[in-house]
């Protein structure tokens, strides 16, 4: 544990950036909430105030979508050559990248994860999926249709489709990877050539607010992006209901995702929802067992469990569960906590002191219903929200630590006899369908078991592979839609049928 030790010096551009209160960017200004209230931004290895944010409410909502709209509506954006548009979008991941250790720090003082991490992932895949959607801009296609119109002998018709970006987006996102996801709502809307309201989590707002910038130096125009600081029920829950905007894309929490899909209802917007997950990783008895180790610790402990694709559910075959059990157990005690900014850091606190009580709340009840911690099982220290990584066995498919999202690191591990049905109805065994893993040597054994289970993603001898072309979203209540890939464009555009007599 080193949640006593001395933080790397802050850059000095993060410095003077938390030092100024912080105000949000709407129609190419930079403005207080209408309100003036500002909210506090907190260090989660510390819980000390970090910065100060605008608090923005319907008000600000309403005057950001406005922008948005007379963006969309009266241009230049959606009608833009599309060379132009890629070639924006281009420099904004070039800009992301100029400006790497800057976005790496402000991220990990924010949300707590070890700076090793967003300097090696989060960042550089932000730029990425910028670098990527910004090719597809120039590669958005119709079709045309040859009619056969059996009403109509002997007419001939020139018929087309043409792809036109959806509007207004109102985008909400979350804490655990708060640049990324930016990154991925902002791209294939940028790229359709729709406008956006971009609201960031109130937990973590300090590197969007950074990308916001960076936005504008790569020369959007006025009102294409507006980026609001503020809270869920004040901010969040009036732009995903507000009457002007086309579409919503959230992530986040399934709960907060039912009620966004009430909120768009009204007017029957255009949902795509990214949710949670509680994912099955699958190990085989022929599994090479250090890579099994490696790939378990991987899935259950990157991003301190704060993944919605983290792998919580560990089922391993009998033959192998003492040794696996074991070497996770072993990885995980060696798990070096601290917070995000020490160099020397593996695992960072928790965002916050809600996540703090939640995943504590977890650990009790796993406790109370008898489940067995093999390491961990409390929260570290009193300083900051420093959770142990923990392993549970003798769990049992009721009880809530098996069945619930946790969203922290905690992993239950179970055995299985055979790769038979049960095992597959067990792993589908989950109101969620967002991601798995699977461990063999045999590979069509494994291919023959991803194809039965009902998640997005499935990774087979490997765990935690995310790349701008590779569509990741979810089955079941882990979502609708699909984010990155092409898959993604197909969220942010309308098809118009155009048919001509000739
Ligand atoms: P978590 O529980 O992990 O904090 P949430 O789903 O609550 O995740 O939050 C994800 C995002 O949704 C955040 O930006 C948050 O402000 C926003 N949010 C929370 N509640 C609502 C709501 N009722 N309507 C719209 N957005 C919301």
Redesign the pocket.
């Known amino acids: 544990m080193n949640a006593q030790a001395q933080p790397t010096l802050l850059n000095s551009k993060v410095e003077s950036f938390i030092n100024r209160p912080r105000t949000v960017l709407i129609d190419g200004r930079w403005v207080a909430a209408k309100s003036g209230k500002t909210f506090d931004v907190f260090d989660p290895s510390t819980g000390h105030p970090i910065a100060k944010v605008a608090a923005c409410e319907k008000a600000d909502v309403d005057i950001a979508v406005a922008a948005a709209r007379k963006a969309f509506d009266d241009g230049p954006w959606p009608r833009m050559t599309p060379s132009e548009r890629g070639r924006a979008l281009w420099k904004i991941g070039d800009l992301i990248l100029e400006n790497l250790e800057e976005l790496a720090q402000l991220e990990s003082l924010d949300n707590g994860k070890p700076i090793g991490v967003a300097r090696a992932a989060d960042v550089p895949l932000a730029a990425d999926l910028f670098h990527y959607m910004a090719g597809w801009a120039t590669k958005i296609e119709g079709n045309t249709i040859p009619l056969s119109v059996p009403y109509a002998p002997g007419a001939e018709f020139l018929a087309f489709t043409r792809k036109e970006p959806i509007g207004v987006v109102a985008q909400?996102?979350?804490?655990n990877f708060p640049l990324l996801m930016a990154a991925w709502k902002l791209g294939p809307a940028l790229t359709t050539g729709c406008t956006v309201v971009l609201?960031?989590?109130?937990e973590t707002p300090l590197s969007g607010l950074r990308l916001a910038e960076l936005c504008q130096e790569a020369g959007l125009p006025n009102g294409v992006l507006n980026l609001l600081t503020g809270?869920?029920?004040t901010c969040?829950?009036p732009?995903?209901a507000h009457p002007r905007v086309d579409k919503v894309a959230?992530t986040?929490?399934t709960?907060?995702g039912k009620?966004?899909v009430k909120?768009a209802a009204n007017d029957l917007k255009k949902v795509t929802l990214e949710l949670g997950g509680k994912s099955p990783n699958i190990i085989l008895d022929d599994a090479d067992t250090e890579l099994a180790i490696a790939g378990a610790s991987n899935a259950i402990f990157f991003n301190h469990g704060q993944c919605c694709c983290a792998g919580s559910r560990l089922f391993v075959q009998e033959k192998k569960f003492e040794d696996v059990v074991e070497g996770v157990t072993k990885f995980a005690k060696g798990i070096r906590l601290g917070p995000g900014l020490d160099a020397q850091t593996e695992m960072g606190p928790l965002v916050s002191q809600t996540q703090l009580e939640r995943v504590s709340g977890y650990l009790r009840s796993g406790a109370d219903e008898g489940a067995k911690a093999l390491c961990g099982g409390k929260r570290r220290g009193d300083t900051g929200y420093f959770v142990e990584p923990t392993v549970l066995v003798d769990t049992k498919p009721d009880m809530k630590v098996y069945r619930e999202e946790i969203?922290g690191p905690v992993v239950t591990a179970i055995p299985f006899k055979d790769v038979d049905d049960d095992l597959i109805n067990r792993a589908n065994d989950t109101v969620y369908g967002l991601a798995a893993g699977i461990y063999s040597k045999d590979l069509a054994r494994a291919h023959r078991i991803a194809n039965r289970l009902r998640a997005g993603t499935v990774w087979i001898n490997c765990y935690n592979i995310f790349d701008a072309a590779l569509p990741f979203g979810g089955y079941k209540q882990s979502g609708w839609g699909r984010e990155m890939g092409h898959d993604a464009l197909s969220n942010y555009l309308e098809t118009k049928a155009v048919c001509a007599g000739i």
């Open positions: 909400i996102i979350p804490w609201k960031v989590a109130e809270f869920g029920e969040g829950a732009l995903a959230f986040g929490s709960e907060v009620l966004i909120a969203f």
